[in-house]
């Protein structure tokens, strides 16, 4: 029994692997795959004591996935009841045992259309087999109405509700009735993985029999209507199909795919080159933070002396307010002019491209008019200072990302 689960789970996969759902038909129209199925009919217990013939009914989900081979998961429930024959002994019910199992039952089956598969046509009538693994979920209770007989205990049944495992095979016919309609008759054969299924083990429960138990088997014979569902007027089940590629539609999209490496590597080579400017841009900052914090001494020694601001840091988003945090960065370069009176500064603002150009060259003047106001209410005379706008004309780094139009919103300060 392993073997065979081992078998239909690996038939399953390569099923789901290998099936091609996405083959194009003639008018390269997807076609109806999806359908349910309604379905009844009789099942007969080849167990340790025979069944009646029972009815059962349930329903399907079915995927077409392709005109050779289709997936389906069953659903049916029904009832078993025992018969006067001994499935075991085939001498009669000796025991007058009897049983009776409510039963429900899923399985996942691979339906082979062998009549694709050996070459027909037909778009009226299939002729398939199917494979695969299903669960029961039973519900048994057993009765003994001869218990007098000599070691009748030992034949007693057992009332359970234990699920098992089964494998399925089968064969059916399967006939287009009308568009979107089939109708279908379909044998099967279950194999379980359990003894006890109608209650009853095949010998009395000793220790030496415990691994040697010989499964219970049963039949069914089911037919029913299946519906298909979607919106074309195409059927997975009954048109043909072209395997392949139009060559056109393919080379369409080899071009397609040859012009996103063309737009990917230009854009490759744009980002890094905007990388490398904001690496660039980083140090410079970090040669900021240098400066400012030996400020005084450099303007002391040196006949020029540049400084560049993140406007970020000094005013908040579309503002030329100076930040309370900022103020403390705008104090040294107080000392610094203070204590070396002959320099003057010039400060010059820029900003990033959001906004219109007009409105960037007013928020540029604002903001070099801002730092001017803080150095002269500092004490810095204002024949020291000069200023400058550039609104978003002169970027550092193309403004193609935040942080690029982040860079480009700046103060640039030169004391000489």
Known sequence: MKT??????TALVVTFVTASPALAQDNNQEPNRLSIGLFGGVT???MNIGTE??????????YAASP????????????????????????GNYYDRHFENSYFTTSLTTQFNLLRILGSNSETVNWYATAGLGLIFNDVETSMGN????????????????????AVFGSGVRFNLAHRIDIFAQYDYHISNSDIIDGHRTRPERTIDLHRRTPDNWSSLTA???????????????????????????????????????????????????????????????EFERRLNDLERLVAEMDRVELTVDSDVLFAFDSSVIRDEARPILARVVRALARNPEKNITVAGHTCDIG?????????????????????????????????????????????????????????MVIE
Do not use: C
């Not at 065979?4 to 789970?9: D, N, Q, T």
């Not at 998961?73 to 499935?87: A, H, I, K, Q, R």
């Open 356 to 412: 219109t150009e007009e409105y960037n060259q007013g928020l540029s003047e604002r903001r070099a008019a801002s730092v001017r106001q803080f150095l002269t209410n500092s004490g810095i005379s204002a024949d020291r200072i000069r200023t400058e706008a550039y609104g978003e004309t002169r970027p550092l780094v193309p403004n193609e990302t935040d942080a690029a139009r982040q860079l480009n919103r700046r103060v640039e």
């Open 147 to 166: 218990p007098q007989l000599n070691h009748s205990d030992e034949y007693i049944g057992e009332d359970h509700s234990e699920p098992a495992f089964f």
């Open 44 to 46: 007969q217990g080849h």
């Open 53 to 62: 013939y029972d009815p059962t009914f349930g329903f399907n989900i079915r």
């Open 224 to 286: 029913g209507l299946q519906i298909k569902f979607g919106s074309s007027d195409r059927d997975g089940d009954w048109h043909r199909y072209t395997p392949g590629v139009d060559p056109a539609a393919f080379q369409r999209l080899v071009d397609r795919v040859d012009g996103l490496d063309e737009r990917v590597h230009d854009n490759t080579a744009r980002i890094d080159e905007n990388e490398a400017h904001i690496r660039a841009l980083q140090e410079r900052m970090d």
């Open 4 to 9: 065979i689960s081992k078998l239909l789970i």
């Open 68 to 91: 050779f081979v289709a997936v389906q998961s069953n659903f049916s429930l029904g009832t078993f009841t025992s018969s006067d024959e001994d499935g075991f002994q085939d001498t």
